[in-house]
């Protein structure tokens, strides 16, 4: 019996820590929210990443910071908090390449999709119905067909309608990413200066180009992009069904 009362006890707690509202505390004091009962504009951790290597190992994986972007029924829109990585939207300039095409949908559903998430996390993403957007900018220039994706970059409505003006409009590097743009010291880093602009999947004045996000935080008609750029900052966008969390 007092075996029972122990065994029961033990899952008590595992269930509640699951479960409950509490919040989880990082070493460097920064505080997230449990994915559980987070609400829009909370800052929760899922999946893991190369993002934190000053003094570890290259392969060093840490949490994935995410902003809780929107809330639909059961099912949470994330916005990486930092640019996790540096990558050219396409390897080779082509004047028709859209986003359903482009190497960097393509690393982000394979490469960073299976490196990121465990088999658990994969189960409770939501594969979402991705549209090809034209710029508001430049409304001839195709955008192309809509994907199906897990993980994808925001259009620039969804950037008007969801991060524009918030605290969290204007992108980080982590330090591994910050290291593939040869910019390697750690005072750098801390210092504040690792500000970027990051892509958006939109077409621009023709498809050799994408829109992107200022370092300050702003989208124009000029913040257009070679999609050859190699240091354009990428915050992925996942959804998870919080009903099978």
Known sequence: MKKSVRRFAAISVVLCLFLCPAVLSAAEGAVYTSLYSAQVGDTVLFGRFEQESWDKPADTQNPIEWIVMALDGSKAYLLAKHAVAVHTYHNVMETNVVWADAQLNEWLNSTFFYRAFNRREQEIMVQTTVEGENSPFYPRTAAGRATKAYVWLLSVSEWEKYVKGTDYNVCSLTPDAWKALHLDTTEQFTRGQNECWWWLRNPCYDNSE???????????????MRVTAQHGGVRPVICVDLSKY
């Open 210 to 224: 994408a829109q992107f996000v200022s370092f300050d935080g702003h989208v124009t008609e000029r913040g257009h």
